[in-house]
């Protein structure tokens, strides 16, 4: 019998993504089950070169002969559905938060702790949030070479974090602002009043908004502390200290980090350098920006520079895709390395 990935949330924009790198990393399947809502069920679907028809995930059997089930549906879905499918005999990678604080769920980002697929325990591997995705390469990197202890992290989001419905309410902000110059420069809050905002938590276009997620705790949004949570159990630190502030930007696609990591050991920036340089995944880049990394796999670092105050710490920008490597990519690597470790 041959190797069955199905893709879950198959017609979003992860799942088209998934669809893509499946194909163009030759991934070693024998058959794909594409699984959506049902409102897409009966499309059909060209995968490569056969063309494939969308199955609805609440039908029986659907997960039935499925090796491994990557999952971009939503939390909802995957707390209701991937336990379905691992009880069909498939593995599941999830890409939402569903599981990621599942102390029997492990948390990858396949360049930084490959092994922990080696201890799940549900048939689940849980794929982290996007802006800590990009931010764990280049602190692994460095852990690695000085020993992490603290990090202050701000990140500035694309509007494409929020889903489509996130890019659409920046595009169709834009034309009626753009036609309004000495209103946006002259009385900012009457020109923030002229558009709709329901996705982001201000009028995003021409603006940047210090909120994006849920109210979690001290005044912090979950997205927020999901950059603390995930990071400690990523990189194995508990006590790993994190000081998080996200923020909405006006970029379509690819989020952007600053972090201010300090360490146990006093940082050398030409050995900082030359790690964050050797690490798999990475590109050290003078000033990356989100704009011109929209599209590449790898995660870009630059900005590297000695604190002003501890020369135990050290300042650096981080730039990635949101939708690769902060989703659909590592998604895939995870199916990579569950065959290379010969658990599918």
């Keep these: 019998m041959g190797r069955t990935v199905a893709i879950v949330g198959a017609t979003g ?18 058959d794909v089950r594409l699984i959506a809502s049902e409102r897409s069920a009966g499309r059909r679907l060209q995968f490569g070169d056969r063309e494939v028809t969308v199955q609805a995930l609440s039908e029986p059997d659907v997960f039935e002969g499925v090796d491994v089930a990557l999952f971009s549906a939503g939390g909802s879905r995957s707390r209701e559905y991937a336990p379905q499918a691992v009880k069909a005999g498939a593995i599941v990678v999830d890409n939402s938060s569903a599981f990621r604080m ?9 360049e930084v702790n490959p092994q922990a697929v080696d201890e799940m325990r549900r048939a689940i591997i849980a794929n982290p949030n996007c802006t800590t995705m990009a931010s764990m390469l280049p602190c692994k990197a460095l852990h690695d070479e000085f020993g992490l202890v603290d990090m202050v992290a701000t990140s500035f989001q694309a509007a494409g974090g929020a889903g489509q419905q996130g890019i659409d ?18 009385d900012g809050a009457a020109a923030a009043k002229l558009v709709e905002h329901r996705v982001h938590a201000a009028t995003l276009a ?12 001290h005044g912090y949004s979950d997205e927020e502390m999901k950059l603390r949570d995930e990071s400690r159990k990523i990189l194995g630190l508990p006590d790993l200290r994190v000081s998080p502030t996200c923020v909405r930007v006006p970029v379509l696609a690819g989020h952007a980090i600053q ?9 050398d920036v030409d050995r900082a350098i030359a790690a964050l340089g050797a690490f798999d995944g990475l590109e050290v880049c003078d000033r990356p920006t989100p704009l011109e ?3 590449r796999d790898e995660v870009a670092v630059g900005r590297i520079r000695a604190d002003l105050v501890d020369p135990h710490a050290l300042n650096f920008f ?19 390395l569950l065959i290379d470790r010969g658990l599918v």
């Excluded at 924009?13 to 024998?30: C, H, I, K, M, T």
């Excluded at 920046?170 to 002259?186: C, D, G, I, S």
């Excluded at 021409?206 to 705790?217: C, D, E, I, K």
Aim: proline letters at 7%; glycine letters at 6%; zero cysteines.
């Design 102 to 110: 599942d102390a029997d769920v492990p948390l990858v980002v396949t």
């Design 206 to 217: 021409f603006n940047v908004v210090p909120w994006l997620g849920s109210p979690a705790q």
């Design 169 to 186: 309410e920046l595009l169709a902000q834009m034309p009626t602002l753009l036609a309004e110059p000495e209103l946006l420069r002259r």
């Design 13 to 30: 924009a992860v799942g088209q993504d998934l669809r893509r790198l499946l194909l163009r990393r030759n991934f070693p399947y024998d």
């Design 259 to 267: 972090i201010r990591a300090t360490f146990t050991r006093a940082v």
């Design 318 to 336: 981080v730039v990635g895709d949101n939708l690769l490597k902060g989703a659909a990519l590592n998604t895939v690597q995870i199916a990579e």
């Design 293 to 295: 990394w929209a599209g």
